[in-house]
Nanobody, 122 residues
Framework: QVQLVESGGGLVQAGGSLTLSCAAS????????MGWYRQTPGKQRELVATMTSAGSRNYPYSVGGRFTISRDVAKNAVYLQMNSLRPEDTAVYYC????????????????WGQGTQVTVSS
């Protein structure tokens, strides 16, 4: 049974930085896509950053230039470096993994972490 285990969330002031980490426990071949989605109460989950095993990266406009995703494909691990954080980045961040379409949409992600809270104070 594969589980995704996240770490690295917390409280930071606006303009600060945080790094999120996620690693898969259990044996699994390299995921075609891994990444991060986030959710705030009353809103739909949204894509933050995803990456394929071939190295392609996908960011929405809201985080482009501030967030950087990286992967260790052999270890099925994924990381998210978040810089210049804003209060609107406050959310629960979820690690996700799955087939290639998980690169584009959460509905195609098979595995999910438990979520880690990121709070950015103004």
């Amino acid at each position: 049974q594969v589980q995704l285990v996240e770490s690295g969330g917390g409280l930071v002031q606006a303009g600060g930085s945080l790094t999120l980490s996620c690693a898969a426990s259990g044996s699994h071949s390299p995921f075609n896509a891994m990444g991060w989605y986030r959710q705030t109460p009353g809103k739909q989950r949204e894509l933050v950053a995803t990456m394929t095993s071939a190295g392609s990266r996908n960011y929405p406009y809201s985080v482009g230039g501030r967030f950087t995703i990286s992967r260790d494909v052999a270890k099925n691990a994924v990381y998210l470096q978040m810089n210049s954080l804003r209060p609107e980045d406050t959310a629960v961040y979820y690690c996700a993994a799955g087939t290639f379409d998980c690169y584009y949409t959460d509905s195609s992600c098979t595995y999910w972490g438990q979520g880690t809270q990121v709070t950015v104070s103004s």
